[in-house]
């Protein structure tokens, strides 16, 4: 079983950056499609940018499309997160995730293991 380890998070002002890490162990990390999530108080956990086993497909949501990066390093077991330009509304907790498959996903069921999260807080 793969476990995650989140790191990066921090207060921000609006219009900053922050680089999010997930170290993976155990399991085999440069099989499984990888993810990262958010939620903020009081909402549902959402789906923020998802990468394929090799690092060659990635995915975004709306939100965060041409603000934030997904990348992997399969020799350093890494997946980062890359935030540019951020927002108010991007203060939430981000959770790295992934499933067992290679292809991406982007529903919270879908996942296999997480991470337990870390805090980012943009302010205006």
């Known amino acids: 079983q793969v476990q995650l380890v989140e790191s990066g998070g921090g207060l921000v002002q609006a219009g900053g950056s922050l680089r999010l890490s997930c170290a993976a162990s155990r399991g085999t990390f440069s099989s499984n499609a990888m993810s990262w999530f958010r939620q903020a108080p009081g909402k549902e956990r959402e789906f923020v940018a998802a990468i394929n086993w090799s690092g060659s497909v990635t995915y975004y949501a709306d939100s965060v499309k041409g603000r934030f990066t997904i990348s992997r390093d399969n020799v350093k077991n890494m997946v980062y997160l890359q935030m540019n330009s951020l927002k108010p509304e991007d203060t939430a907790v981000y959770y790295c995730?992934?499933?067992?498959?290679?292809?991406?996903?982007?529903?919270?069921?879908?996942?296999?293991?997480w991470g337990k999260g870390t805090q980012v807080t943009v302010s205006s």
């Open positions: 995730a992934g499933h067992r498959g290679r292809g991406i996903l982007t529903t919270t069921g879908g996942m296999d293991f």
